[in-house]
């Protein structure tokens, strides 16, 4: 069992992280309250669009490409290094 004052730690943590919205929320409601609500919602459609494109390239191996031409880019940078 974790201690007490860990266990506050945690949950105070855990709730300020739940209460601070992240950029598409302060995106979305940004674009509705000086745009509209027809913005509002095209803006939600945007972002959900913009996830579901993200997650299909990492399931088709986008996220193995990049990790292999960062670690390509380093190992092109340490050798130009050397000489």
Excluded: E
Excluded at 4 to 32: E, K, M, N, Q
């Amino acid at each position: 069992m974790l201690p007490t004052d860990h266990l506050l730690a945690f949950v105070v943590i855990a709730v300020v992280l739940i209460l601070v919205p992240g950029p598409s929320v302060l995106f979305v409601v940004t674009r509705s309250l000086t745009l509209g609500p027809k913005a509002g919602l095209a803006t939600v459609v945007g972002n959900a669009a913009g996830v579901y494109v993200q997650v299909i390239a990492v399931a088709l191996g986008s996220g193995r490409s990049c990790r292999s031409r960062s670690t390509s880019s380093r190992r092109s940078s340490s050798s130009a290094r050397r000489t």
